[in-house]
């Protein structure tokens, strides 16, 4: 079991803004400064979409938006587009190792 | 461009060993600690071992730990994993994924990773 707990799944229409949680469920655990998410389309390699909570890569557009509050990560899509379906992974490090969140299903309906 | 591209994977019985690697390119594997991360097709993410840029320092996950090994030759831009002592549940697409560093600042995040190389655990 995943110590970091990620609804199964979320949607939204095009144009929409979503946002998917990532909530620390042990003590050991925290989601304070560096929790970063990813994204994976099916058959592809995951791809770094916010690092350290809130800060954007080179080239990720700028709908995507990170923030946490207590033991609660997000990761927020404004605008949604169709390519913007895939699977979503928030994930921490923590002493030396990461622990990676079960993943959400985002659907663009 | 820079990249990573895992190989060596295969299927093994369970109790074997299998040794996997990444190689790397268009970067300095001495300037980046690096990871393995498996995948269970169809399932999530699951952080296996990370070695320091200068292989001081390794960890693994309790799942592994006492049965697989990383190790890195930057002299040859790899990366590797060796398997011992394989279970059934170790049956994962296994990543290789750097880890960011930005002139030095640290990103605590893979902002890199390879297709991966699939390894099947099965009699």
């Known amino acids: 079991q995943s110590a970091l707990t990620q609804p199964a799944s979320v949607s939204g229409s095009p144009g929409q803004s979503i946002t998917i949680s990532c909530t620390a469920t042990?003590?050991?655990?925290?989601?304070?400064?560096?929790v970063s998410w990813y994204q994976q389309h099916p058959d592809k390699a995951p791809k770094l979409m916010i690092y350290e909570v809130t800060n954007r890569p080179l080239g990720v557009s700028n709908r995507f938006s990170g923030s946490n509050s207590g033991n609660t990560a997000s990761l927020t899509i404004s605008g949604l587009q169709a390519e913007d379906e895939a699977d979503y992974y928030c994930?921490?490090?923590?002493?030396?190792?990461?622990?990676f969140g079960g993943g959400t299903k985002l659907t663009v309906l | 461009d820079a990249q990573v591209v895992e190989s060596g994977g295969g299927v093994v019985r369970p109790g074997g060993s299998l040794r996997i690697s990444c190689a790397v390119s268009?970067?300095?594997?001495?300037?980046?600690?690096m990871n393995w991360i498996r995948q269970v097709p169809g399932k999530g993410l699951e952080w296996v071992s990370s070695?320091?840029?200068?292989?001081?320092?390794?960890n693994y996950a309790d799942s592994v730990k006492g049965r697989f090994t990383i190790f890195r030759d930057n002299a040859k831009n790899s990366l590797y994993l060796q398997m011992n002592s394989l279970r059934a549940e170790d049956t994962a697409l296994y990543h290789c994924?750097?880890?960011?560093?930005?002139?030095?600042?640290?990103?605590?995040?893979?902002?890199?990773w390879g297709q991966g190389t699939m390894v099947t655990v099965s009699s």
């Open positions: 994924a750097r880890v960011g560093d930005v002139s030095g600042y640290y990103l605590y995040a893979f902002d890199m």
């Open positions: 994930a921490s490090y923590t002493s030396g190792s990461w622990v």
């Open positions: 268009g970067f300095s594997l001495d300037e980046h600690d």
């Open positions: 070695i320091k840029w200068n292989a001081g320092n390794t």
């Open positions: 042990s003590s050991d655990v925290g989601v304070y400064n560096y």
